[in-house]
C-alpha cells in the first residue's frame, strides 16, 4: 500500500470541504500541505448542487446571523478574490430578499425579537405591516398575517454549484490537492489521527482531519468512536411555471413551512414534510405527494396567481440534519484533539461555508477563533445536551 502525506486531509469537497480547503490556502500563517477527498468529483448528488441555494441573515442564534453576513461578504468579493488565470468566476448572486411571514400574535412577537438581534448583529432587515406588504407586494394575499419581516440587503440566492467550483478552482491554485477517493478507515493512535486509508488502497499520512463529509460524516465519526446526531433528511425541490407576474419577489418564507422564489423563467418551491413522514433516508426519489397535496393549495392561498401553474421538474437533495438543535457541529471532539468537525448544518451549509471554512482554518492554523467566536458551537453542548435552539429553520 502507498503511503503519502499531508498536513491536513479535508474528507468531503463541497461547498464546506472547498472552503476550509480555500481558506487554509490563502492562509498566509499556514504553510502546510492540503488534501481533499471527494468520492464524487461530479459532486450531482452532493447537497450544494441540489440545495434550494439562498443566502439569508434572517435567523434567532446570534452565530447563524454572522455567519451568514460573512457568507454575503465574501459573495459580494467572490468574482475578485477567486479570480483565477484573469477568469472570474460569477456566483449570480441576486440580492432580492427574504420574506419570513407570521400568522399570529406569537409568531409576529418572535419576527420582532429576531429583527432585534439580527439588525443587532449588522442585518439590514424591516419589519412589516400586513398594510405596507399589500403595498409593496400587491400579488400577495396578506388576509390572514399579522407581520412580515424582510431583507432589505444582503440576502437572496445564487448559484452554488458555481460557488462551489469556484472555491474549488481558487484552492488549486493556491496548492491544494484534490483527489476523487473515499476514506474506508481513519487510523488514529493515543488520542490523535493519524492518517487514512481509502478505497483506492492508498494509506495517507496527517497532522490534522478535517470530517465534511456531509450526510457521510456520522459513519466517519463512528470509526473514532463519536457518536455524531446526524441523520440525511431527504429535501425535494420543485421548478414550476405560472402565468403570475411578482415585480420584485422575495423568497417568501410562509408561516407553514413553505418556500417560494423566482427561478429563470419560473418558481422553485418546498416544504419540510411532517415529522412522522421525514424519517432517515438516502435515495433521491422526489416526493411528488408533498407538491400535489401540500404546496399547491399553500401558494395558491397566498400568491391567489398561483392558482394557474404547471410543474415543470422536481428534484430531491439531503439535509445533513443535527437532530440535538438543527445548528453546526463545529471544532474538535474532546477525544480527538486534531480531527475537526464541521457537520450538522440541517440545510444552512452552502450559507454557512465561508465563515465555516474560515473558522476551521483558523482552528488549525492558531489553535481558536480569530475572526468570529464560534465556540459555543462546539461539541461541549451537544455532550451536555444543551441544544441552541435555532427558532428560523427552513
Not at 325 to 346: K, M, Q, R
Not at 364 to 369: A, V
Request: glycine share 10%; net charge negative; aromatic share 10%.
Amino acid at each position: 500500500m502507498a503511503t503519502t502525506d499531508f498536513d491536513v486531509i479535508i474528507v468531503g469537497g463541497a461547498a464546506v470541504g472547498s472552503a476550509v480547503a480555500y481558506f487554509l490556502g490563502k492562509q498566509p500563517d499556514f504553510s502546510g500541505t492540503v488534501l481533499v477527498i471527494e468520492k464524487d468529483a461530479s459532486y450531482q448528488h452532493s447537497a450544494t448542487a441540489l440545495s434550494a441555494a439562498s443566502i439569508r441573515h434572517q435567523f434567532s442564534t446570534v452565530e447563524n446571523i454572522q455567519m451568514s453576513l460573512f457568507g454575503t461578504q465574501f459573495l459580494r468579493a467572490f468574482k475578485h478574490d477567486m479570480a483565477v488565470a484573469g477568469e472570474a468566476p460569477d456566483p449570480a448572486f441576486c440580492e432580492r430578499g427574504y420574506l419570513f411571514l407570521a400568522d399570529s400574535p406569537e409568531g409576529e412577537s418572535i419576527l420582532q425579537q429576531n429583527q432585534q438581534r439580527q439588525n443587532a448583529c449588522g442585518a439590514d432587515i424591516a419589519l412589516l405591516t400586513p398594510a405596507a406588504m399589500d403595498q409593496r407586494f400587491p400579488w400577495l394575499n396578506t388576509d390572514d398575517l399579522y407581520a412580515g419581516s424582510l431583507g432589505l440587503s444582503g440576502e437572496g440566492w445564487l448559484d452554488a454549484y458555481g460557488m462551489m467550483q469556484g472555491m474549488r478552482r481558487k484552492a488549486i491554485e493556491l496548492g491544494v490537492q484534490y483527489r476523487q477517493d473515499e476514506v474506508v478507515e481513519i487510523l488514529h493512535q493515543g488520542g490523535r489521527v493519524t492518517g487514512v486509508h481509502t478505497a483506492q488502497g492508498q494509506k495517507i499520512q496527517c497532522q490534522y482531519l478535517v470530517n465534511a463529509a456531509g450526510i457521510g460524516a456520522r459513519a466517519l465519526a463512528e470509526q473514532l468512536g463519536i457518536d455524531l446526531p446526524i441523520e440525511a433528511r431527504k429535501r425535494s425541490v420543485f421548478y414550476f411555471h405560472s402565468p403570475a407576474q411578482l415585480p420584485d419577489c422575495p423568497m417568501v418564507i410562509d408561516p407553514t413551512g413553505a418556500y417560494f422564489r423566482p427561478e429563470g423563467e419560473g418558481f422553485i418551491t418546498g416544504i419540510a414534510p411532517n415529522p412522522e413522514d421525514d424519517p432517515e433516508c438516502t435515495d433521491f426519489n422526489v416526493q411528488h405527494e408533498l407538491f400535489e397535496e401540500v404546496l399547491w393549495p399553500i401558494l395558491a392561498h397566498r400568491v391567489p396567481q398561483f392558482e394557474a401553474l404547471r410543474l415543470m421538474h422536481s428534484w430531491a437533495g439531503h439535509y445533513d440534519m443535527n437532530t440535538v438543535d438543527h445548528n453546526v457541529i463545529l471544532g474538535c471532539h474532546p477525544s480527538f484533539e486534531n480531527c475537526y468537525f464541521a457537520n450538522g448544518f440541517s440545510g444552512h451549509g452552502m450559507q454557512q461555508a465561508p465563515a465555516v471554512g474560515r473558522a476551521i482554518s483558523e482552528l488549525i492554523t492558531y489553535g481558536s477563533y480569530q475572526s468570529l467566536d464560534l465556540s459555543r458551537l462546539g461539541w461541549g453542548r451537544i455532550l451536555a445536551n444543551e441544544p441552541i435552539i435555532e427558532l428560523n429553520v427552513v
